[in-house]
């Protein structure tokens, strides 16, 4: 392991970052997979907090910074929990509900991503796209360290009481994804189409 010291001075920002040397970037993009299976034991939170710091440096235009990020604490996560399943007994019904209640009270970190409204519809998607950004500088970051991220956007991500739980200001802004994290219990498989399906090149 590799420890590189990064002083961004400019910025206030210092940080120590641990890298693999065993995987390349080429490694990392390929490899990094969306986790659905946890491990129950929790990855160390300077860790996440660095991921996190590291969230940020993505291109963000006009410089607006746009993520909020939400870190659950016990009580929201189970209120976030029972909201799902009182959403689900009326999609699902009861059976399906418990499942998931089950399946949700046993992810090990949760972190919620927001972005800011805004009355121009083309700065709304920039911010929304530099959001997503920074949740894939997160999830790549934490897949250098073997944890794994699902970012999930299902119905409880769009209901306003999700807002409510973690305090955001519904006016305000509206919620990008809700993030687990963990180690992987078990690692997907994933193909990708190949590049000459979606490459035009344009003379
Ligand atoms: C905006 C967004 C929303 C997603 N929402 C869900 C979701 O609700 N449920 C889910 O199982 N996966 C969700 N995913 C993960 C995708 O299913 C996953 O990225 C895809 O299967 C490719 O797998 P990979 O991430 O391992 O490459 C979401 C991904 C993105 C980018």
Request: glycine fraction near 4%.
């Given at each position: 392991?590799?420890?590189?010291?990064?002083?961004?001075?400019?910025?206030?920002?210092?940080?120590?970052?641990?890298?693999?040397?065993?995987?390349s970037l080429?490694?990392?993009?390929?490899?990094?997979?969306?986790?659905?299976?946890?491990r129950t034991?929790?990855?160390?939170?300077?860790?996440?907090?660095?991921?996190?710091?590291?969230?940020?440096?993505?291109?963000?235009?006009?410089?607006?910074?746009?993520?909020?990020?939400?870190?659950?604490?016990?009580?929201?996560?189970?209120?976030?929990?029972?909201?799902?399943?009182?959403?689900?007994?009326?999609?699902?019904?009861?059976?399906?509900?418990?499942?998931?209640?089950?399946?949700?009270?046993?992810?090990?970190?949760?972190?919620?991503?927001?972005?800011?409204?805004?009355?121009?519809?083309?700065?709304?998607?920039?911010?929304?796209?530099?959001?997503?950004?920074?949740?894939?500088?997160?999830?790549?970051?934490?897949?250098?360290?073997?944890?794994?991220?699902?970012?999930?956007?299902?119905?409880?991500?769009?209901?306003?009481?999700?807002?409510?739980?973690?305090?955001?200001?519904?006016?305000?802004?509206?919620?990008?994804?809700?993030?687990?994290?963990?180690?992987?219990?078990?690692?997907?498989?994933?193909?990708?189409?190949?590049?000459?399906?979606?490459?035009?090149?344009?003379?």
């Amino acid at each position: 392991m590799r420890i590189v010291n990064l002083v961004f001075d400019s910025l206030l920002f210092e940080c120590t970052i641990l890298i693999m040397p065993e995987m390349s970037l080429p490694e990392l993009l390929v490899s990094r997979r969306t986790i659905h299976q946890f491990r129950t034991d929790h990855p160390p939170e300077e860790l996440i907090e660095q991921a996190l710091e590291l969230a940020r440096w993505v291109p963000n235009h006009k410089k607006t910074e746009p993520w909020r990020f939400y870190w659950l604490g016990a009580e929201a996560r189970q209120a976030v929990v029972d909201l799902n399943c009182e959403m689900l007994v009326e999609t699902k019904g009861a059976k399906r509900a418990e499942e998931k209640r089950k399946s949700w009270e046993e992810k090990p970190g949760w972190i919620v991503v927001t972005a800011p409204y805004n009355e121009d519809p083309v700065r709304q998607q920039e911010d929304y796209a530099s959001c997503c950004c920074a949740i894939h500088n997160f999830a790549l970051f934490l897949w250098s360290h073997e944890i794994g991220v699902k970012w999930t956007s299902g119905p409880v991500t769009r209901d306003p009481q999700l807002l409510k739980i973690i305090g955001a200001e519904l006016e305000r802004e509206y919620c990008v994804g809700l993030l687990w994290y963990g180690y992987p219990e078990m690692i997907p498989q994933q193909n990708r189409q190949p590049l000459s399906d979606v490459l035009i090149r344009v003379p």
